[in-house]
């Protein structure tokens, strides 16, 4: 049983496209991350759902809208893609406290062409 | 000033020696502390966590942790071949803020 899944693993696309990335873990944590890492492998966090509700919002253009429709879910969608947007997206998962560490999706390949 | 800083790779050791890892955070009141080893094509996979100053011990794998400092380290005794990755330390305020990582190669 994967804990956490993302789907799709791997995406390509044309610039302008919109595109979405879904997530589900099924470790009955409150708390759900989506995390961009570069080329240069620098993870960053993007966004932090707790309970449905958004409580981290990084500094991340409006054309990335995440969603999440229960706990166990949380969905990443992109408008308008550009060429910056290639990278991995990881989705996280913990349980609600600073003491906890996060249990990460296997990441989509975004790439934009 | 970035919120957590690694030495920088790449990082390489003969098989069977110790690689030390290091990172430095900025916040001084950061309480939880993590390491993480990310394998090429792979997720980051949880290793190690520590709270308390010292030194904590799983398998081959020694965290070590000085709060006046805000360092953190991670030693990696006997290393093998399946050792080469990259490794991220990670701090846990409010949210969790990964260092850039360092990749480590051991030779057989």
Redesign the interface.
């Known amino acids: 049983d994967t804990a956490v899944s993302q789907t799709p693993k791997y995406l390509v696309t044309q610039m302008g496209n919109d595109k979405s990335i879904k997530c589900e873990q099924n470790l009955g944590h409150d708390t759900m991350?989506w995390y961009k890492q570069d080329s240069?492998?620098?993870?960053?966090?993007m966004f932090?759902y707790n309970n449905k509700e958004l409580i981290?919002n990084e500094t991340v253009p409006n054309r990335f809208s995440p969603k999440s429709p229960d706990k166990a879910h949380l969905n990443l969608h992109i408008n308008s893609l550009e060429l910056g947007d290639s990278a991995v997206y990881?989705c996280?998962s913990?349980q609600e406290g600073?003491?906890?560490?996060?249990?990460?999706?296997?990441?989509t390949r975004l790439t934009v062409v | 000033q970035k919120e957590v800083e690694q030495n920088s790779g790449p990082l390489s050791v003969p098989e069977g020696a110790i690689a030390s890892l290091n990172c430095t955070y900025s916040d001084r009141g950061s309480?939880?502390f993590?390491w993480?080893r990310?394998y090429s094509g792979?997720?980051?996979?949880?290793i190690m966590?520590i709270?308390s100053n010292g030194d904590k011990e799983d398998g081959r794998f020694t965290a070590q942790l000085n709060k006046a400092s805000q360092y953190v380290s991670l030693l990696i005794r006997d290393s093998q071949p399946s050792d080469s990755a990259?490794y991220?330390c990670?701090v846990?305020?409010?949210?969790?803020?990964?260092g850039?990582?360092t990749t480590v190669t051991v030779r057989a």
């Open positions: 991350y240069k492998k620098f993870l960053k966090i932090s981290i990881f996280a913990s600073a003491g906890y560490g996060y249990t990460f999706g296997s990441g | 309480q939880s993590f993480y990310q792979k997720s980051p996979e949880l966590s709270y990259t991220l990670a846990n305020d409010y949210k969790l803020s990964f850039a990582g």
